[in-house]
Nanobody, 121 residues
Framework: QVQMVESGGGVVQAGGSLRLSCVAS????????MGWYRQAPGKEREFVAM??????????EYAHSAKDRFTISRDNAGNAAYLEMNSLKPGGTAVYYCDGRVAGPVPVDYWSQGTQVTVSS
């Protein structure tokens, strides 16, 4: 089955940057939406960013908290997704997950195990 292998987490000072990577293995994900989510301790999982194909072309979406600071990109050939995070804030401390969603009559999601991002003051 599909596995989403994630890397790039770590500890960074507030204002710093990190780049997360997520690579799918086990199966080629065709026409898949790639997204990033995060979950802080004691909080609900929240949407961060997503990129997808539509009839109007490739487009990206961002949560308000990520807008103008984070950049999502993807490598369809390599089944990879990336999240460039700049100007990190302590509130960004969370476990970050990537998700590959295969569209169809019943969409199927493939989640990574998650990587810890800690933003220190």
């Amino acid at each position: 089955q599909v596995q989403m292998v994630e890397s790039g987490g770590g500890v960074v000072q507030a204002g710093g940057s990190l780049r997360l990577s997520c690579v799918a293995s086990g199966r080629t994900l065709i026409n898949v939406d790639m997204g990033w989510y995060r979950q802080a301790p004691g909080k609900e999982r929240e949407f961060v960013a997503m990129t997808r194909w539509s009839l109007r072309g490739y487009n990206s979406e961002y949560a308000h908290s990520a807008k103008d600071r984070f950049t999502i990109s993807r490598d369809n050939a390599g089944n990879a997704a990336y999240l460039e995070m700049n100007s990190l804030k302590p509130g960004g401390t969370a476990v970050y997950y990537c998700d590959g969603r295969v569209a169809g009559p019943v969409p199927v999601d493939y989640w990574s195990q998650g990587t810890q991002v800690t933003v220190s003051s």
